[in-house]
């Protein structure tokens, strides 16, 4: 019976985000803007990391990953809800449904990590600036950013595992824009009490330890601060650390308003508003962040700019 139940299943509906057809077209261009801006945001912070030799530094090479990282965690969701938006039956197949779950995990965690890994690069550039090309080199960076792609590979693919050994019965309506991994474990008829140990489990090592391993770097930062105290000292920190910080504010603030601040009133559409302020409005701002607040990127973008006009007005 499990088994005939399993494969009834072939596809889910997607009900989507809670707007009213008469505002349908305005969200749907809204979107549409967002993720053309998050594509092309983060696609110039690659560009210019790759193209300005001031910018391949360690701190730059955990930039462009999380850039990629950011593009395509948007990219998982964002194309799919654009086409629901359009189509009058939003359904997804089953096989999308777990490949959409397993990398929407996947380049999820991956921020987690990188946010991480530039902690640390802030740590040593200010508590140590003198030692900070011998322990920063190119070596451990690279292990750095292997180690968190493998980590997040077998996150993903334990729970989409997990996922796929479920039954699921009559009921394929997911009531989001795309397969949550609890959403879909209210629909399965199979016990789910492994799953969700796992996810208990996993999510304490993936989430909790990372923003613990953030706040020790910058609590070793401030410490570091305070014995030398000076205006200087204070602004070159900010300056340092300020871009860094809102984007560890805005990824795990959204995480704490989704997972940890359970609402009991109308928690369905507390959630999609979450899920959407994580999956479109972060990926999107991250780049702004870096480019507004960032007098390196600024100066990168102006070189840039600069040498492909000097080329222009030499062809010419």
Known sequence: M??????????????????????????????????VTTVL???????????DPHLHTPMYLFLSNLSFSDLCFSSVTMPKLLQNMKSRAPSIPYAGCLAQMYFYLFFGVL???????????????ICFPLRYAAIMSPRLCLSLLALSWVLTTAHAALHTLLMARLSFCADNVIPHFFCDTSTLL???????RVNGLVILFMGGLILVIPFLLIIVSYARIVSSILKVPSARGIRKAFSTCGSHLSMVSLFYGTIIGLYLCPSTNNSTVKETVMAVM????????????????????????GRVFWKKKISFSLKR
Do not use: W
């Open 111 to 125: 921020e987690s990590f990188l946010l991480v890994a530039m902690a640390y690069d802030r740590y040593v550039a």
């Open 278 to 301: 994580y999956t479109v409005v972060t990926p999107m701002l991250n780049p702004f962040i870096y480019s507004l607040r960032n007098r390196d990127m600024k100066r990168a973008l």
């Open 41 to 51: 945001g983060n696609l110039l912070i690659m560009f210019l990391i790759r193209l």
């Open 2 to 35: 499990a088994k005939r139940n399993q494969t009834i299943i072939s596809e889910f509906l997607l009900l989507g985000l809670p707007i009213q057809p008469e505002h349908q077209n305005l969200f749907y261009a809204l979107f549409l803007a967002m993720y």
């Open 186 to 192: 209210k629909l399965s008829c199979s016990d789910t």
